[in-house]
């Protein structure tokens, strides 16, 4: 994923959700409703999310340093995962208490809950062209793969974020007109705090799935099946190299770590075997321009143990 296309997709989600958060709390207001007051919630946290991926796009473009040599690229997954863990499931919670509240207090009817569900209707809107954008950005890179394995192998934190808050948002605000609109046709408001309860559960599986993809890639994901075939098909284009072995480690979703060993011949000199491992670096850095740490080992095959 380029970081131009994930940034163009936080920033539309932005504009969306304070938009949208904005309307939300003004129609909690007017209309006494526990679920738009928790779908309001849900935007502010959005919107922060998208401020903290932004935050954390800018400080991973930090020059390495002696102390950090190999630069801040996991900086956009450490302020992923806050945004999978703190956020959505302050969101999340907070949505299951104004739930179980409401379920308690079932004493105050909804007050003009037609300003509810214009909100809802005009938030559906907006929430769908965020969506679109992040649906646009994510095809240019997810090819032929499923949209379950594009989220569970990618290596940028970013689209996939955005794709499932959106979707949750979306969801979200189906649930919570839903409950208001049953709310109003039947005057019971144990609807809309159903309505309220989903829209915690959500939030809550959400941050979920979020934290579980996001901490895999702090610990350490290795490069996809198709640029480590790419780099063994680059190393072994040359007849004199032998691949021993091979590892690979994102250091950042556009940086990744390459050590390879490679057998040589026993009668190659000194400035031959440097010839080739610059020559293997070259490939490599052609056919996965994203290996910008490339360490190459050379070795002599050895057959039988």
């Known amino acids: 994923m380029s970081a131009e296309g994930g940034t163009k997709a936080i920033v539309a989600a932005l504009a969306a959700n304070t938009g949208i958060a904005i309307s939300k709390f003004i129609a909690a207001g007017i209309t006494g409703s526990a679920s738009m007051l928790a779908e309001g919630v849900h935007s502010v946290a959005d919107a922060a999310n998208q401020v903290l991926l932004l935050i954390g796009g800018k400080a991973s473009r930090k020059a390495a340093s002696p102390a950090h040599p190999f630069g801040y690229g996991r900086e956009r997954y450490i302020y992923a995962f806050i945004v999978s863990i703190v956020l959505f499931s302050i969101g999340g919670v907070y949505a299951l208490y104004e739930g179980y509240h409401k379920l308690s207090d079932q004493g105050h009817g909804l007050e003009t809950p037609i300003v509810a569900v214009i909100v809802l209707v005009v938030a559906i809107i907006l929430e769908s062209f965020s969506l679109r954008t992040a649906v646009k950005e994510s095809n240019a890179v997810r090819g032929n793969q499923s949209w379950v394995r594009f ?56 941050a979920v799935v979020l934290a579980i993809e996001i901490r895999s890639m702090l610990i350490g994901e290795s490069a996809t099946h198709e640029d480590i075939a790419a780099i063994e098909a680059a190393i072994n284009e040359d007849d004199a ?47 996965v321009p994203t290996a910008k740490l490339i360490y190459i080992e050379p070795d002599i095959p050895r057959t039988g143990a």
């Open 151 to 206: 989220i569970k192998g990618s290596r940028s934190p970013e689209l996939p974020v955005i794709l499932l808050e959106d979707i949750g948002a979306l969801v979200g605000l189906v649930a919570a007109l839903l409950g208001v609109g049953l709310s109003m046709i039947t005057g019971n408001v144990v609807w809309d705090a159903i309505g309220t309860l989903v829209i915690g559960l959500l939030l809550v599986c959400i």
């Open 241 to 287: 190299n032998t691949l021993i072995h091979l590892k690979t480690l994102h250091i950042g979703p556009d940086e990744l770590l390459v050590a390879a060993k490679i057998g040589i011949g026993t009668s190659e000199t000194g400035e031959q075997v440097a010839a080739e491992i610059d020559a293997a670096e070259a490939r490599i850095r052609a056919a």
